[in-house]
């Protein structure tokens, strides 16, 4: 039965990422008072894509042809390790803790910014050096403000630090907690190339990070990396939501029944985290380039910070 659940769950990570994604857009739209797509275009886009061919540079390697592919199978491996739908680790959880998914969701970027240069397109190569000088700031502050769960749960696995705060929800409004939640916050819409720091529907070649360094995509590949930024969105806001905000309403890893009535229950708590997302996006403007160490420097400090107040609240 174990099993079966961590299949379920790897498919509601499949499944649902393009929907949440379609919904945030549609979200926005409406707030902006346009009519904006249906929630249902990205599952359109992914079929069209799919059904298409691919235009390959005759500059590009094997690195640029495989790279779609291992970025996919290491947001699939992340949604093995981190609960999703269960309170209680599957059968592979045990490959890594949520350092480990850390390091994982970094190759993934690592290999998309390799293609991106691999090509020898100056957008590639501008999104590419853009968003590799980002993650050099933006992995430090994510491994950081897992340690802030990790000094409250005593565990830097995710189950574990799922359950230490479930049990005890006077932790949700301890300042460790709250700055560590704070923090991941701000990485999510970094990671993610939202608002400040990117504008995840600009099309403006010169300013673009995420999607400058996948512009010699095209085709099957193109789909591939487009499902797999959908799938990084849905695995990071739940994280954000099971571990930092909402920690109850999770199935078990022995009880089917539990774990399909946790499914809606997981997509309401993304919409509370999408709302935030969609505020975010049409509230505030796009940073300036090099300001945007500043955001990441306030993420870093803030998680350095709830460190630190765990010690002092402990001693």
């Not at 290999?111 to 501008?126: C, E, F, N, Q």
């Not at 797999?228 to 199935?251: D, E």
């Not at 997981?266 to 380039?289: E, H, N, Q, Y």
Request: proline share 5%; charged share 10%.
């Amino acid at each position: 039965m174990s099993f079966l659940i961590q299949v379920l769950q790897s498919l509601v990570v499949l499944a649902a990422a393009p929907l949440y994604a379609g919904a945030i857009t549609r979200a926005e739209a409406v707030v902006t008072s346009r009519r904006g797509p249906s929630v249902l275009q990205p599952y359109r886009d992914l079929g069209k894509l799919l059904r298409k061919g691919s235009a390959v540079s005759d500059q590009a390697s094997w690195v640029f042809r495989g790279a779609p592919f291992v970025a996919f199978a290491c947001y699939l491996t992340v949604s093995v390790i981190v609960p999703v739908i269960t309170s209680t680790p599957l059968p592979l959880a045990f490959l890594a803790d949520l350092i480990g998914g850390a390091f994982v969701l970094a190759l993934a970027s690592f290999v998309i910014s390799l293609a991106g240069l691999d090509t020898a397109s100056p957008y590639g190569g501008l999104g590419a050096s853009r968003a590799s000088w980002i993650g050099s700031m933006a992995e430090p502050a994510l491994i950081l403000v897992f340690f802030t769960v990790g000094a409250v749960s005593a565990s830097d696995n995710p189950y574990l630090m799922n359950h230490a705060i479930a049990a005890s929800p006077y932790v949700l409004v301890l300042p460790t907690h709250l700055l560590g939640l704070v923090a991941f916050f701000m990485i999510v819409l970094v990671d993610n190339g939202r608002i400040p720091i990117d504008n995840p529907g600009g099309s403006t070649e010169i300013s673009m990070i995420e999607e400058g360094r996948v512009l010699e995509y095209s085709g099957r590949e193109y789909a591939l990396v487009k499902w797999g930024s959908w799938m990084k969105l849905f695995l990071m806001s739940s994280i954000f939501m099971n571990v930092f905000v909402l920690p109850w309403g999770l199935g078990t890893s022995s009880d089917l029944p539990s774990a399909l009535l946790a499914i809606p229950v997981l997509l309401g708590k993304l919409a509370l985290c999408g709302l935030a997302i969609v505020v975010i996006d049409t509230s505030f403007a796009k940073l300036r380039f090099f300001r945007i160490a500043e955001f990441l420097g306030a993420s870093f400090l803030l998680a350095l910070v709830g460190i630190a107040t765990s010690y002092v609240i402990g001693a």
